[in-house]
């Protein structure tokens, strides 16, 4: 089992609607949460972290975390063309070390 | 504010050559530093990490290695390329709340 799976898509999703991405860990310990998008040949770069059960929202987009289940999702509202990326999961496990899932890729079409 | 820097952007090198891929940051001491590589269409392999000067720790055995000569220099090198070390080779640092990892712009290598 790898440690951070997600599912590689690709999701498509229409212009202003609700995108579920979703994520899930093996190692029970981890602690912290984290949601990157990359654009096509570029760095990822840090959306947003999490590291309690529950919801937290930043501006359209929300996580949500739940340690009992070893999931964690993203929710992007009102979804626009500029969101098709790449969105990778990446949990802190053992050794503090980063763990980055696969990625999915997001489609928006307009 | 932190920067991190890479270079060069864009490299191309014949197999059996030497490589020297730099890393540098910008605004904050002793980060923790990282170098992965993200092949074609995969997700992000960490190669190796670094904790301060001169401490470097491997995770994955290869003809890669990695220098820390500096607190805000990270070195990746290679003295003989393969085909395989085809990819997208990211720098990252440590930083912030709950060790978030902030990446470079990264250095794509192509392997002739």
């Known amino acids: 089992q790898k440690e951070v799976e997600q599912n590689s898509g690709p999701l498509s999703v229409p212009e202003g609607a609700i995108a579920s991405l979703n994520c899930t860990y093996s190692d029970r310990g981890s602690q912290s949460f984290f949601w990157y998008r990359q654009y096509s040949g570029k760095s990822p770069e840090l959306i947003m972290f999490?590291?309690?059960?529950g919801d937290k929202e930043d501006g359209r987009f929300t996580a949500q975390l739940n340690k009992a289940s070893q999931y964690v999702s993203l929710l992007i509202r009102d979804s626009q063309p500029s969101d098709s990326a790449t969105y990778l999961c990446?949990?802190?496990?053992?050794?503090?070390?980063?763990?980055f899932g696969q990625g999915t890729r997001l489609t928006i079409n307009p | 504010s932190q920067t991190i820097h890479q270079w060069p952007a864009t490299l191309v090198q014949p197999v059996g050559s030497p490589l020297s891929l730099e890393c540098t940051v910008e605004g904050t001491s002793n980060p923790n530093l990282y170098w992965y590589r993200q092949a074609a269409g995969r997700g992000l392999q960490l190669l190796f990490y670094s904790v301060g000067i001169g401490q470097i720790s491997s995770e994955v055995p290869q003809n890669l290695s990695a220098s820390r000569p500096q607190d805000r220099q990270f070195i990746l090198s290679s003295k003989k390329l393969l085909l395989s070390d085809s990819g997208f080779y990211l720098c990252?640092?440590?930083?912030?709340?709950?060790?978030?990892?902030?990446f470079g712009p990264g250095t794509r290598l192509l392997v002739l």
């Open positions: 999490i590291y309690s059960n």
């Open positions: 990252a640092w440590t930083g912030g709340p709950q060790e978030t990892q902030y």
């Open positions: 990446a949990v802190i496990g053992g050794a503090q070390k980063l763990v």
